[in-house]
């Protein structure tokens, strides 16, 4: 069974930057076949939505309200997963989560509060 840990989360002024990270674990130490890991976000009243993705081949892709704003990135010998967020805007408040895909499931952390105003 993965483990996701999110930290990163917060409060933050329009226009501040907040770094989301993201660390998976497994009893056995190493996860294995993983397909993907992303950034999912939920508003409240909202369905959760993706944010930004990456596959196991390092391709990435982003929800189009934060391309150019926001950047995912992993470290695989960490396990794990960040994602930068600039330019914010009041709409990004959201709890974010983590999400791991591999061959065994799809795993997700708990969430982490981002919170922006002005």
């Known amino acids: 069974q993965v483990q996701l840990v999110e930290s990163g989360g917060g409060a933050v002024q329009l226009g501040g930057s907040l770094r989301l990270s993201c660390v998976a674990s497994?009893?056995?130490?190493?996860?294995?076949?993983?397909?993907?890991m992303g950034w999912y976000r939920q508003a409240p009243g909202k369905e959760r939505e993706l944010v930004a993705i990456?596959?196991?081949?390092?391709?990435?892709n982003y929800a189009d309200s934060v391309k150019g704003r926001f950047t995912i990135s992993r470290d695989s010998a960490k396990n794990a997963l960040y994602l930068q967020m600039n330019s914010l805007k009041a709409e990004d408040t959201a709890v974010y989560y983590c999400?791991?895909?591999?061959?065994?499931?799809?795993?997700w952390g708990k969430g982490t509060l981002v919170t922006v105003s002005s």
């Open positions: 999400n791991l895909n591999n061959f065994y499931g799809d795993y």
């Open positions: 497994v009893a056995s130490g190493r996860i294995l076949s993983i397909n993907s």
């Open positions: 990456e596959s196991r081949v390092g391709s990435t």
